[in-house]
């Protein structure tokens, strides 16, 4: 058998391989061996292959792998409308407890509850808020 059809299959089970993990190094390994066949059908010998096959992966794993990597991965999407307001700080405008209560979270007036709900959270306090349930803040008492 030509060394280059074994390079050739050596690329297809990479390739396969790289489809199961989704790393990107298996598919650099697999395009590394593709260059090797080319070098091998236009008759290179042996040791001149292995040469080309380190050379090409080792370009591939440390040089374009961090590149295509960094272009795939998507930036965390932004928070917005009542999702945006879960972590933020608010102000006690009145009491409040595991049953009612005002604060004020950027300059809005919301509705709350305590969290925890056997808390009673004074006025004046400021509070983290933990969940948004419909029009109602959940919040904890900042420490």
Do not use: C, N
């Not at 049953?99 to 009673?120: F, M, N, Q």
């Amino acid at each position: 058998m030509d060394e280059w059809v074994i390079w050739v299959i050596l690329a297809l089970v990479l390739g396969v391989a790289e489809i199961f993990t989704l790393t990107a190094s298996l598919g650099m390994l697999g395009v590394a061996a593709l260059l090797t066949a080319a070098g091998a059908a236009i008759g290179l010998p042996v040791p001149l292959q292995l040469l080309v096959f380190a050379l090409s992966s080792t370009a591939g794993l440390f040089v374009v792998r961090p590149l295509a990597l960094r272009h795939i991965r998507q930036p965390q999407l932004s928070r917005f409308g009542v999702e945006a307001l879960v972590g933020k700080p608010a102000y006690v405008l009145s009491e409040v407890t595991g049953r009612d209560g005002r604060i004020r979270i950027g300059g809005e007036e919301w509705s709350a509850r305590a969290y925890d709900e056997t808390l009673v959270i004074p006025e004046g306090a400021t509070v983290d808020v933990i969940e948004i349930e419909g029009a109602t803040a959940l919040v904890y008492p900042r420490e």
